[in-house]
């Protein structure tokens, strides 16, 4: 009798534990991908799991690439992406779940060009950024500053921004040789702020201790820099959404978390972390 009653007791504490663990998964959300929106998720994070007392939201980085590929890989509830998927990772994800991805756009940013505060440089075209970054202008006189060799600062390939600037500034051309990668936006301000010669670029909300340089989109443009308006406008030339992204249509604590990100205490949010709200 007492061995039924012993495996009885051990029949109800597993199914008491697989429950336990199965809620606990429920109310854990992890967001992964984009260094750029880090900062972002981070503070929605915290303010979402005050509002949501046990939830978890696991927020990590690694570049949009790396939550691209966690979501194809079904490792992450929420890509985050500071570029649309392309057509190849959209069709490597239809081949593995037979549907389309789920995409949110949840804030808007400009790709801000970060030089040192004492760089006389007033502003640039995106072709000078251009012929800078492909090693074609290498000192600072050919582009209206001091005299000094330029030193190139950016981002990693798997960062979606890398991809962004290789695709709307090098118009598909390769940096050159000595451009220094680095693993972060936080990574590449933190460079230029200590290098007088340094150029780099990143999302507008790394701008403290670097100066911001306007760009223009050709010689006969006039000079815009990355503010609210311009970027919602559409005015400055590196203006870009910034992305969700599901498996499938989102249910119960994810649905919860992105709702959350689009209302207007998640969109406050956005402007508080220095981005953009997707809606005035």
Known sequence: MRSKW?????????????????????????????????????????????????????????????????????????????????????EMFKRRYRREPVKFEVALDGVSIYVHPENKVKELTIEQLRLIYIGKVNDWKNVGGSPG????????????????????V???????????????TAAVVSAVSKDKLGIGYGGIAYTKGVKVVPLRKDEKSPAVAPTEANVR???YPLSRPLFFYTAKPPSGVVKQFIDFVLSPDGQK????VGYIPIRQ
């Not at 030193?151 to 921004?161: A, D, I, K």
């Open 6 to 90: 012993w495996l009885y007791a051990v029949v109800c504490a597993t199914s008491l534990l697989s429950y336990s663990l199965a809620f606990t998964q429920a109310k854990r959300i992890t967001v992964k991908g984009s260094d750029t929106m880090v900062i972002l998720n981070q503070r929605w994070a915290e303010e979402f799991m005050k509002r949501h007392p046990g939830a978890t939201v696991q927020v990590s980085g690694g570049g949009s690439g790396i939550g691209i590929a966690a979501l194809i890989n079904g490792t992450t509830d929420i890509c985050a992406a500071s570029r649309p998927m392309k057509p190849k990772e959209v």
């Open 149 to 168: 060799r330029i030193v190139r600062y950016g981002r990693e390939n798997t960062s979606g921004t890398y991809e962004f600037f290789k695709e709307h």
């Open 170 to 184: 090098l118009k598909g051309a390769d940096f050159t040789n000595d451009y220094q990668a680095l693993p972060g």
């Open 233 to 235: 406008k559409g005015l």
């Open 269 to 272: 949010l956005v402007k508080q």
